[in-house]
């Protein structure tokens, strides 16, 4: 925890009410989201009880499963959720738009929009993951066929799961995170898993917080004293009144979802959200194409190098996305001023002219001088920037004991020995200035599956058959499996 959210944690104990820590919103809201609330029957692995989904707050839908150990009654249910959130997702296929690339040389198509999804906490979204796994590699066809949408609604499910990994990405987003992510409450980060909990301290504050702890739960998981005197009895005597017991139990979390959505549209949003909304519309974009085109489903794990190259992937995106919301937000950056990493100060001098003709051609290389009154801990010949200018460089040329830093500017000027108007700190300008950069940072170069060892998934031992890093090959039982994967027979045989 930091030192602003730490103080602002204390503010929210002391006062009853909960405080903001951000000052726009960092999160693409989107106009027309898809509201997803799951919920399992406990003690069962992916056993999905009822779910409530719509894009209408006046009109949810109920999806109920009488008895979710019947397998046939659960993939109804996967067919019966298809329906409407494939339909929604296809919804956003219809318009496309030219997207530049290759500096103008050539343009690829693009959505136009994307779908979202909103579910109440992170462990909706890690059910979506699970049942998009057992559902995405079923057959329609042969034994225990499953309906057609079965499948497709899997290989959904699981882009989902996948984008709600990247930090900054919106196609996917739980209520619990995006609330965490502009208020925290008086109580412990725990206690704000609950979602009602947390919303009740946002909007009313310690008292209704209190009050709604006893609430029913945002699922996915039911709470055990409901399980044992409500739930049980209706299903083991299949009670035509289930659908509106749950609909009753879900009906709470189904507005206070609606209402979580209001709360952050009222937030200005952020500069670079619109950035990260491009790049998940690029992310729906390929793999709505992949689909189009018969791709396979995406595999039950990943190869050795699969998996440093998406780990690479996330770490470039968590680095930029903490960037940004750096650069969006005040305060936020103000966490990196406590640290020492970013320091605000006033321009005293400034040399917009300056050309450096020590090299082999001139360039201009305009230096101003900032004055601060807070701790500076760079090292000359650091490179710095500054919000304002996110693409312009300063490299610390010197710093004094009573604050005064020279530095020296480059980038985003103009392509001439005159910096443009406005491109140059003028005298008295307040500027911040941060160790942070929006830089692009190529990642490390990563071998060839087939130049791995063995064990990583490289060329395989003599008298294997060769397979390509993720594929998906069927068992003689007629299971999906990984290559690599032995099959066992009864208790501990290996099958040669």
Do not use: C
């Not at 909103?118 to 462990?123: E, F, Q």
């Not at 930029?320 to 305060?331: E, G, K």
């Not at 201009?364 to 001088?369: A, E, F, N, S, T």
């Not at 005298?427 to 160790?435: A, H, K, M, N, Y």
């Amino acid at each position: 925890m930091s030192t602003l959210t730490a103080l602002a944690r204390a503010q929210a104990a002391a006062t009853g009410h909960a405080q903001p820590i951000a000052t726009v919103r960092h999160l693409h809201v989107h106009d027309h989201p898809l509201v997803l609330i799951p919920l399992i029957m406990a003690g069962e692995a992916n056993a999905p009880l009822a779910a409530m989904i719509g894009t209408d707050p006046a009109r949810p839908r109920l999806l109920v499963v009488g008895q979710p150990r019947n397998r046939d009654e659960r993939f109804a249910f996967a067919a019966d959720l298809a329906a409407t959130l494939v339909d929604y997702v296809d919804s956003f296929t219809d318009a496309t738009e030219d997207v530049a690339i290759d500096r103008g040389k050539d343009v690829r198509q693009r959505y136009v929009d994307a779908p979202q999804i909103w579910v109440p906490n992170p462990a909706g979204a890690d059910f979506l993951r699970l049942f998009g796994r057992s559902t995405r590699f079923r057959r329609t066809d042969g034994d225990n066929p499953v309906p057609a949408a079965v499948p497709l609604l899997g290989r959904w499910l699981t882009f989902f799961a996948n984008t709600a990994e990247v930090p900054g990405s919106a196609l996917l987003v739980n209520a619990v995170q995006a609330l965490g992510l502009h208020w925290v409450t008086g109580q412990s980060g725990a206690e704000d898993a609950q979602f009602a909990v947390q919303l009740a301290w946002i909007e009313s504050g310690a008292a209704a917080a209190r009050a709604a702890e006893n609430g029913p739960a945002a699922g996915p998981a039911t709470d055990p004293d409901f399980d044992n005197r409500v739930l049980a009895p209706l299903i083991e005597r299949s009670a035509p009144e289930l659908p509106q017991v749950l609909h009753d139990l879900l009906l709470p979390t189904w507005e206070r979802m609606w209402r979580t959505l209001g709360l952050l549209r009222r937030l200005p949003v952020g500069e670079r959200v619109r950035l990260r909304w491009d790049t998940d519309r690029d992310a729906f974009t390929a793999f709505a194409q992949n689909l189009a085109e018969g791709g396979p489903p995406q595999p039950r794990r990943d190869g050795a190098v699969a998996a440093a190259a998406r780990l690479q992937r996330l770490e470039s995106a968590a680095s930029r996305y903490a960037v940004q919301r750096a650069f969006d937000d005040p305060l936020v950056l103000a966490e990196y001023r406590l640290s020492g990493a970013a320091f605000a100060g006033t321009v005293t001098l400034a040399n917009p002219d300056r050309v450096d003709d020590s090299g082999k051609r001139p360039v201009l290389r305009p230096r101003i001088m900032v004055r601060t009154t807070e701790p500076v801990r760079v090292e000359p010949g650091a490179s710095l920037t500054s919000p304002a200018r996110p693409s312009q460089k300063a490299r610390v040329i010197s710093i004094s004991p009573d604050g005064d830093v020279l530095l020296e500017l480059s980038g985003g000027m103009g392509r001439r020995l005159v910096a443009e108007p406005g491109s140059v700190p003028a005298v008295g300008e307040r500027l911040i200035l941060t160790t942070l950069s929006e830089a692009y940072r190529p990642g490390g170069a990563l071998p060839d599956p087939s130049e791995t060892p063995w064990t990583h998934g490289g060329p395989p031992l003599s008298g294997q058959p060769d397979e390509k890093e993720g594929d998906v090959v069927a068992s003689p039982r007629g299971d999906l499996q990984q290559p690599g994967a032995e099959l066992v027979a009864g208790a501990g045989r290996v099958l040669p």
